[in-house]
C-alpha cells in the first residue's frame, strides 16, 4: 500500500492505517537512521519515536515531496538531536559501531548489498546518508535535498564524492566496484 495513504486512514480514525505505516517503513527507516548513529538500537528506538511522534503531528504542507520525505525527515531531525544530547555527555558515538550481521542479513537478503553497506561503514557518515537515500531507499536527489537540507546541486557534489569513496573502500576490501 501507499504510505501516505496509510497514514491519512490513521488521520481519519483507523488505527491500523499506523501500523501499516510502521510495517512499511520500520526497517529502511532503521537502517538510514542507524547511519547517524551507527548503533542499531538506537536506531531502532529512534524509528519508534519518529513513528509515535507522526502519531502525534499531522503533516501540516506539501512542502515535501512525498509522505516517505516527511517520515525520513522527521527521523533525520531526531537523530540529530539525539546526537547533539550525547555528545555533551562525551559519548564517542563515531567511535563505537555496533554491527548486528543477522539483522541486516536478514532485511537486506541480497549479499551485494550486505558487502556494500558493510564498505559504507567505514565512510564518512554524510557519505553513507546519502548513499543509503539514493540506493537503498530509492529516493530522488530533489527528496535527498530535502531531507538533508541541502541544495540539490550539494546533493549531487555529495553523492559523487560518495560514490568515489565507497569504489575505494571496496577496492581496499578486494571487492571490483564495477561488478557489485
Excluded at 504510505?3 to 481519519?12: D, H, V
Excluded at 530533489?142 to 546541486?153: D, G, Q, R
Amino acid at each position: 500500500m501507499n504510505g501516505s495513504y496509510n497514514y491519512y486512514r490513521f488521520l481519519q480514525g483507523d488505527e491500523n492505517g499506523l501500523v501499516e505505516v510502521i510495517r512499511e517503513y520500520k526497517d529502511g527507516l532503521i537502517l538510514y537512521l542507524n547511519t547517524f548513529t551507527n548503533d542499531i538500537f538506537i536506531a531502532e528506538e529512534l524509528a519508534m519515536d519518529t513513528f509515535v511522534k507522526i502519531g502525534m503531528k499531522k503533516l501540516k504542507d506539501k512542502k515535501y515531496a512525498s509522505f516517505k520525505t516527511w517520515l525520513y525527515t522527521i527521523g533525520k531531525n531526531l537523530a540529530i538531536d539525539y546526537l547533539r544530547k550525547n555528545s555533551k555527555k562525551n559519548i564517542p558515538i563515531n567511535d563505537k559501531i555496533i554491527y548486528n550481521e543477522s539483522i541486516l542479513e536478514t532485511i537486506l537478503k541480497d549479499e551485494r548489498k550486505i558487502i556494500i553497506q558493510k564498505a559504507m561503514n567505514n565512510l564518512k557518515t554524510e557519505y553513507k546518508q546519502v548513499l543509503w537515500l539514493s540506493y537503498f531507499e530509492k529516493f530522488s536527489n530533489n527528496e535527498i535535498s530535502t531531507i538533508m537540507n541541502k541544495k540539490v546541486h550539494n546533493i549531487e557534489t555529495l553523492l559523487y564524492r560518495a560514490k568515489q569513496s565507497l569504489k575505494k573502500e571496496l577496492e581496499r576490501e578486494g571487492f571490483s566496484y564495477e561488478k557489485l
